[in-house]
């Protein structure tokens, strides 16, 4: 029976499928139509010059290995490139006797692609493609659920959330998230995206750092490409790209984002971009762009407070399936003030000391594992610090803690502070009084022998006295 190239590659297909995953299969195999068979040379047809390239650097050994089962040792595989839906060009072959051939190709867009043949091309699409479906490139456990809500993120995290539930479609696009290095703004994007895939199955989504879109820039421009590196970006619906400060030493990589931002504008498709500053104070990017950043909303993610601090870290060790004493969650979250990556280095960090040393996770091992993170020293607290956690906690202003007023909060608020000055500093009751606005000590006296009776009356205001408690051990520490 003689060979035809159909025959081939059919029997070439029958083998491959079952060794590469399905999607795998649909995307890179199915597609590929063969032309012509001369000897043991294969020539078959690729729908781009980036697709071959994917099939060369990801499964040239497979392919070769196939292709010598089918017609012998010295078996070629030659291809041909589609440039539009009738017309070919690009002939050229892979070697396979030498699968390590441009294997040194640098990693460009690493991006698996479903190809579906049209006659009906999209003008801003790679000629000859229609769609395609990416891996979005998301990292699957970053979700909306384990992102924390406080009012450091509120504005950010329910504008992202209505972006995901109406795609290109809301007020918020651009949706410019911006904030300090470690807050949530990478958590956030990822939640986004992840909540888009959920919701709108069909939307293709893709997360890109600034620094791979940029090196995927660099290369297509080397090799004369730009119009496929630019069709391509064109074809996603929600595009996301982290720290887009960095395009400030990528003059030519901002002109590309230029021509995709507005082409997805314009197709009503969403763009959500991160930063560490807000759009106003940028610098080195072109007007132009830093204009269409503002076009839609500008949402900051700052510093956690305490509370959420402790939320976020029990999120952290829920999802590790840790538990600690709630003294411990308050020591971190007190002393770890900077960031949120700084919460989970310092969970895992203790989690490997309990491991190595056996021991379980208390004040002590904790003291001992964020040396290295944070400084900790036993000072002697003031009475100027427990004034201020006191008004913090009661959000009361300092100056009403030292006015004659008979509001119940303000009264009480005093009381707790005296009662604490008293207890954690080496000031007389004289000294404790004047820093109220020149009381005596008497009333410093009565102040803290109210609280100690409120504590046994009142569980919310003993509650409250013990977690004021713990803030000042905590700065004393």
């Known amino acids: 029976m003689n060979k035809t190239a159909e025959s081939v590659w059919a029997n070439c297909l029958d083998i491959i499928k079952d060794i590469v995953e399905w999607q795998h299969f649909k995307t890179w195999f199915e597609p590929i139509v063969p032309i012509e068979l001369k000897g ?8 781009s010059n980036f697709f071959y390239e994917y099939l060369e650097q990801h499964y040239v050994t497979l392919l070769a290995k196939t292709l010598k089962r089918q017609l012998g040792k010295d078996a070629k595989l030659e291809y041909r490139i589609m440039i539009d839906s009738g017309n070919t060009s690009g002939r050229g072959h892979m070697d396979l006797a030498s699968t390590q051939r441009k294997a040194d190709v640098s990693n ?19 000629p000859g493609i229609k769609k395609m479906q990416i891996d979005p490139q998301l990292n699957s456990e970053d979700t909306f659920d384990k992102f924390v809500e406080g009012d450091c993120n509120r504005v950010a995290r ?8 109406k795609p290109g479609n809301n007020s918020f696009n651009p949706l410019f998230i911006y904030g300090g290095s470690g807050l949530g703004k990478t958590h956030l994007l990822h939640a986004i995206g992840n909540e888009v895939k959920r919701l709108h199955h ?16 660099q290369y297509h421009s080397r090799n004369n490409q730009i119009n496929d590196f630019i069709n391509f970006y064109q074809l996603v619906d929600v595009l996301m790209i982290d720290d887009v400060q960095f395009f400030n030493r990528a003059e030519k990589s901002q002109d590309a984002f230029f021509a995709i931002f507005n082409h997805l504008q314009q197709s009503g498709k969403q763009l959500i971009l991160t930063s560490d500053k807000s759009p106003k104070d940028l610098d080195g990017l ?21 509370e959420t601090r402790i939320e976020i870290f029990e999120q952290k060790m829920r999802d590790e399936g ?8 308050k020591y971190v979250a007190y002393n770890i003030n900077t960031n949120v990556r700084e919460l989970r280095g310092a969970l895992i960090s203790l989690l490997a000391q309990s491991s190595l040393n056996k021991r379980e996770i208390d004040i002590e091992l904790a003291k001992k594992v964020l040396r290295n993170i944070i400084k900790t020293s036993n000072k002697e607290v003031t009475i100027d610090t427990i004034q201020r956690l006191v008004c913090e906690y009661f959000d009361v202003p ?7 007023t008979r509001k119940r909060e303000i ?9 604490l000055s008293k207890n954690f500093t080496k000031n007389s009751l004289k000294t404790i009084g004047e820093h109220f606005g020149g009381r005596d000590h008497t009333t410093v006296i009565h102040s803290c022998q109210t609280v100690k009776d409120l504590m046994d009356t009142d569980t919310i205001f003993k509650e409250n006295v013990l977690e004021l408690t713990q803030k000042v051990q905590l700065a004393s520490m």
């Open 40 to 47: 043991n040379v294969l020539l078959i047809q690729v729908p």
């Open 108 to 126: 460009t867009l690493d991006l698996p692609m479903k190809i579906h043949r049209n006659s009906d091309v999209n003008p801003f699409a790679i």
């Open 158 to 165: 329910r504008a992202g959330k209505t972006v995901a539930e």
């Open 202 to 217: 069909n939307k293709v989504v893709l997360y890109v750092s600034s620094e791979k879109f940029i090196n995927q820039f």
């Open 286 to 306: 072109q007007d132009r762009l830093l204009s269409r950043f503002r076009w839609g909303l500008s949402a900051d993610i700052q510093v956690p407070d305490y």
């Open 322 to 329: 840790l538990v600690m004493s709630p003294d411990v969650v």
């Open 398 to 404: 300092y100056n009403r803690l030292l006015e004659k």
């Open 411 to 419: 009264v009480q608020a005093r009381q707790i502070t005296m009662y």
